[in-house]
Nanobody
Framework: QVQLVESGGGLVQAGGSLRLSCAASGRTFSSYAMGWFRQAPGKEREFVATISRTGVNTYYADFVKGRFTISRDNSKNTVYLQMSSLKPEDTAIYYC?????????????????WGQGIQVTVSS
């Protein structure tokens, strides 16, 4: 497994932007597909975005298409989530996840390694 640590969360006004980072330990980061999920109070954890191990393939939840961008820098063992045009309904704890694989995954159960999560709050 890989150890994951998220950073970059915080409070932002609606319409603003934030960039989340997820730093991974270990020397095999480039072997992992990565994903971002979120969980709002009283709701189940939901898929946000995922990226293949090379970064070539990405996939997004419909509610973030055109607003969020997932990317990765394998030389830095880091995956990013650039969030723009933020809405109050984007308020949640955001989690980074990793799983060995050639392509990518969209289900939480497919990921074996998780970060501790980071709070993102969007004020109206």
């Amino acid at each position: 497994q890989v150890q994951l640590v998220e950073s970059g969360g915080g409070l932002v006004q609606a319409g603003g932007s934030l960039r989340l980072s997820c730093a991974a330990s270990g020397r095999t980061f480039s072997s992992y597909a990565m994903g971002w999920f979120r969980q709002a109070p009283g709701k189940e954890r939901e898929f946000v975005a995922t990226i293949s191990r090379t970064g070539v393939n990405t996939y997004y939840a419909d509610f973030v298409k055109g607003r969020f961008t997932i990317s990765r820098d394998n030389s830095k063992n880091t995956v990013y989530l650039q969030m723009s045009s933020l809405k109050p309904e984007d308020t949640a704890i955001y989690y980074c996840a990793a799983e060995l694989g050639r392509y990518y995954y969209t289900a939480a159960d497919d990921f074996g390694s998780w970060g501790q999560g980071i709070q993102v709050t969007v004020s109206s």
